[in-house]
């Protein structure tokens, strides 16, 4: 597949997972992909995720801990097996009931006209301060934590 038929492929998967067709999104990728997010004590579905099944508990444990207030892609950058997609989002942590606004970076790479690898880069220290429980002493806020 040539860059844009990859760019094609990504703008498609957005639009499943922005419908919560996460089982269609899953044929997209290999059986043997890589799904990369910031490590952080407190959010569940952080780390390092190896093959489809442990993305399909990450798209579980994501969907179990958050809700996309505003989750929009604005830019789709393609050349040769890399897709890069520029993003905002607004989350909102259940269990804490913070919320956070996030600009995010997702970078693809792709083989043979499936996703291989995915890396995310966000605001790691607002998602980290929204998924946090509260300490002893702290008083929770309720108010939108900003980048």
Same mark, same amino acid.
């Given at each position: 597949?040539?860059a844009?038929?990859?760019k094609r492929?990504i703008m498609?998967?957005y *639009?499943m997972?922005q419908?919560?067709?996460? %089982?269609?999104?899953?044929?997209?990728?290999?059986?043997?992909? =890589?799904w @990369?997010e910031?490590?952080?004590?407190?959010?569940?579905?952080s $780390?390092r995720h190896n093959?489809?099944?442990e993305?399909a508990?990450f798209?579980?444990s994501l969907?179990?801990?958050? !809700? &996309?207030i505003?989750?929009?892609? !604005?830019?789709? @950058? &393609?050349?040769?097996?890399?897709?890069?997609v520029t $993003?905002?989002a +607004?989350?909102?942590v259940r269990? +804490?009931?913070?919320?956070?606004d996030? %600009?995010?970076v997702?970078?693809? +790479?792709?083989?043979?006209g499936? =996703?291989?690898r995915f *890396?995310d880069?966000?605001?790691t220290a &607002?998602s !980290?301060r929204?998924?946090?429980p509260?300490q %002893?002493? !702290?008083a &929770? +806020?309720?108010m939108p934590m900003?980048?």
């Amino acid at each position: 597949m040539d860059a844009q038929e990859n760019k094609r492929l990504i703008m498609e998967g957005y *639009q499943m997972f922005q419908n919560g067709d996460i %089982p269609r999104l899953l044929e997209r990728y290999h059986d043997d992909a =890589v799904w @990369i997010e910031p490590e952080s004590e407190y959010i569940p579905f952080s $780390g390092r995720h190896n093959g489809k099944a442990e993305i399909a508990r990450f798209f579980k444990s994501l969907d179990d801990a958050a !809700q &996309a207030i505003r989750f929009v892609p !604005q830019e789709f @950058i &393609a050349e040769g097996d890399k897709v890069i997609v520029t $993003g905002e989002a +607004t989350w909102l942590v259940r269990q +804490t009931g913070r919320s956070y606004d996030s %600009p995010w970076v997702h970078v693809f +790479t792709l083989r043979d006209g499936k =996703v291989a690898r995915f *890396q995310d880069y966000h605001d790691t220290a &607002a998602s !980290q301060r929204a998924y946090q429980p509260d300490q %002893p002493g !702290q008083a &929770a +806020t309720g108010m939108p934590m900003h980048h």
